[in-house]
Nanobody, 123 residues
Framework: VQLQASGGGLVQEGGSLRLSCRASGRSFSHYAMGWFRQAPGKEYEFVSSITWSGDSTYYADSVKGRFTISRDNAKKTVYLQMSRLKSEDTAVYYC?????????????????WGQGTEVTVSS
């Protein structure tokens, strides 16, 4: 599975962005998908994940109520709608695929990673 993330950019605090992650290859629908982020000088941070079926979603406390993850298996794409953005959301955002299908919060459980898309929130 190859993943291509897009949709990052520069936005003011309080604004919105939608990230997309398109997969190529077969069996996308068998993978749970996750979004992680890495701010300068910091470790990878779990943001959100969604199970292979889309029935369950998970969020970090820091983004709960502001971000929404969704997926379209027919388009092999997972989305992260980000609203009410804060300066502390500034980071490079990565999508990843989890072959177990459960949407783990641990980045070590993910098999495939996209190249990252940068999000900058100005205050």
């Amino acid at each position: 599975v190859q993943l291509q993330a897009s949709g990052g950019g520069l936005v003011q605090e309080g604004g919105s962005l939608r990230l997309s992650c398109r997969a190529s290859g077969r069996s996308f629908s068998h993978y749970a998908m996750g979004w992680f982020r890495q701010a300068p000088g910091k470790e990878y941070e779990f943001v959100s994940s969604i199970t292979w079926s889309g029935d369950s979603t998970y969020y970090a406390d820091s983004v709960k109520g502001r971000f929404t993850i969704s997926r379209d298996n027919a388009k092999k794409t997972v989305y992260l709608q980000m609203s009410r953005l804060k300066s502390e959301d500034t980071a490079v955002y990565y999508c990843a695929a989890d072959g177990l299908g459960y949407g783990s919060r641990s980045y070590t459980n993910y098999d495939y990673w996209g190249q990252g898309t940068e999000v900058t929130v100005s205050s």
